[in-house]
DNA sequence: TTCTTTTGTGGAATCGATACCACATTTTAG
DNA sequence: CTAAAATGTGGTATCGATTCCACAAAAGAA
């Protein structure tokens, strides 16, 4: 590998005015400067990372977090921050916690030793030891997805967004609405929405069976299930609408409900979040909330820019959403 | 940043005695060792990953070069990749071509200036300056998708599965077959699968109409509109079945199909490559083939670890696929 | 007992860059 | 015409680790 050195020998000059001349600070003559621009082109010469970073403290990488790598979501928003930090100069280096909370922790801490310039985490929780985790960070944190206490984040209209839906459940005539979620641990997808659904519920007064409650784990199948129990916990006693927290549990639902003769959305509708690219294939095409994820994701890496460059901010942005209103409801 | 300095002044020993004991390799005595060890704990001291890459030429970390981050297939060879090197401590840098043949060279570049141990290439074309960036590469490349000289690689079974799909058709009754294509810029996918079906249509000494082929570029729409062009040429003089490169084509082939109130697959079946999630659930089923891409992914990962382990290999490999039959055929 | 060998430790060089400082030379200002 | 400011360059310390070498002390062999 061809160093500083080398260009600054063969180009006649001290290693300290090849780094000027790289960096372009300080003075540096025009004839020394086409010297070394000659020979750094004939070598192909690109500094040393590892040094520049253990000088400097900056490696021009930043750290992305994520519960899950193959994920639509996930793609999405990858793609989203990346376009943004690519242009900026900067590389992603990605880790993945397969949903581990313990493993958020470790990988804040494994990419801080990496000197990553910042990290970008989607969390699944905000539990102590998580926070205690950021707290004790020494490069700046932002999240996306989930709101966290004292650091940056974008995160989605999780409380508006069902709310929405719910209204447009009503719009279309539905009273007896059911419910399939996720478990807790999740503020934003199993809280929050939740929470939302509750509150609409309550406000308007509507009957909401023991029931009609139920919980999968983000899959197909987990949604296929939790339809299924519903079904055959009560037939006779059923809701006319089903508002599931994902898209991909809420096509395990309409899987069953297809199964089981269920007409939908004549016998029951459905409505979920996600605007996958499969719930526009689905038959019936499947009415859901596009969080945007892509944008989502520009907003998060211009967050942590923002970071960069010194500005110290906590603010919390809320990510825009839209309904897609298709043949399921 | 605590530094390993620190720690000795906090053990009591020198700099030396601590590297030692992290690495464990030379003397150090018990009581040292105890020492050090409760001050790394205390501090939560982790080296410097840019001071150790620096000395030791190993950073832990493994490029990725990819020509679309947010592809189904792309996560899915991601995931697979991650598991593997994530088990055995590599992180992944991504980058994202964006189908940019000069940018899958200039990050070969790139990432060896920021010292990555080895790069996986997910390639799109197999272009002379590339082949010499490759051949300047000071750190392992492998390949995956595309066969490139001098280098190991894995590879998808393109030609064997088209044929297949072909002799698929027959067995289904199709002797008229057409062919939906990508740029030739694609070794694998653009010339390969084309080849393959070529193949086989002159051994079967099937006849193939100069209209009953057509090309698109990776896109839904662009099936689409192939599909369409290829209809519009010639409505009196259809092929029963057609081959697709890809999946997304596929869909849009179907589209239009369903548009134009082609039944499928009694009127013209369609078959494609790719298994994308999708493909389970377009109206009807698409028959396709699954190319396995997270294992795939492990297995270049695995590849790329052999040659950590100095085994200087150039060696050839071809995966395995799974035709799977469903509805459109 | 004396001579090797093993065990344990610290000093110093090194990896490849940056940045501060000192110094020389040129240019500009008063 | 001299003082001050601007320009250009090289020397050297430094970032945080690893590693080789020298050396001392303890253990084993003769």
């Not at 004939?42 to 040094?51: C, I, K, N, R, V």
């Not at 253990?54 to 999405?76: D, F, H, M, N």
């Not at 709310?163 to 929050?192: C, S, W």
């Not at 989502?296 to 901010?313: C, P, W």
Request: hydrophobic fraction near 40%; aromatic fraction near 6%.
């Amino acid at each position: 590998m061809t160093t500083i050195n080398d260009i600054a020998r063969l180009a006649n000059v001290s290693r300290s005015t090849v780094s000027r001349c790289l960096n372009n600070n300080g003075y540096v003559s025009e004839e020394a400067k086409e010297r070394i621009d000659k020979v750094i082109k004939e070598t192909g010469y690109m500094p040393s990372q590892s040094a520049q970073t253990l000088r400097t403290k900056k490696s021009g990488v930043v750290g992305v977090i994520l519960p899950k790598i193959s994920t639509e979501t996930a793609s999405r928003v990858v793609s989203g921050i990346n376009a943004v930090l690519q242009n900026n100069g900067f590389q992603l280096l990605l880790t993945d916690t397969s949903l581990d909370p313990a493993k958020e922790i470790e990988f804040i801490r494994l990419l801080q030793a990496k000197h990553v310039d910042g990290i970008i985490l989607l969390a699944t929780n905000t539990e102590k030891e998580l926070l205690q985790a950021i707290e004790a960070s020494k490069v700046p944190i932002v999240a996306l997805g989930q709101e966290i206490p004292n650091i940056a984040s974008v995160t989605y209209s999780d409380y508006a967004a069902t709310q929405d839906m719910l209204a447009y459940f009503l719009e279309k005539g539905h009273k007896h609405i059911g419910y399939i979620g996720v478990y807790e641990e999740d503020p934003a997808v199993g809280v929050i929405r939740k929470q939302a659904f509750m509150d609409k519920m309550k406000q308007l007064d509507l009957v909401l069976k023991d029931n009609w409650v139920e919980q999968g784990d983000f899959s197909i199948e987990s949604g296929y299930e939790a339809m299924k129990r519903m079904v055959e916990s009560d037939k006779s006693n059923l809701p006319t609408a089903v508002f599931v927290a994902t898209d991909n549990m809420a096509i395990g639902t309409m899987q069953y409900l297809k199964e089981a003769s269920y007409r939908i959305p004549a016998d029951i509708a459905v409505g979920s979040i996600g605007a996958s690219t499969l719930s526009a294939f689905v038959e019936p095409t499947l009415t859901t909330v596009d969080f945007l994820n892509e944008e989502a994701g520009e907003r998060v890496a211009t967050l942590m820019l923002q970071a960069f460059n010194g500005k110290k901010n906590t603010e919390k942005l809320r990510h825009s959403y839209r309904l897609i209103k298709r043949d399921s409801v």
